[in-house]
């Protein structure tokens, strides 16, 4: 089971299971993202 469970990765998995997508997550500053929830982290500016 691919671990990235969140949005279009799970659905990715159930309709192609031999695809492992890659994963950006947009983050603000000081966010922790672990590698189980996406394969690379974007960092925006914080939001005012």
Known sequence: MHQKWWGVPLHIEDMQPAVKPAVLMLV???AEVS???ADYQW???AAH
């Open 43 to 45: 960092v925006l500016p």
């Open 28 to 30: 603000e500053p000081g």
């Open 35 to 37: 590698k189980a929830h």
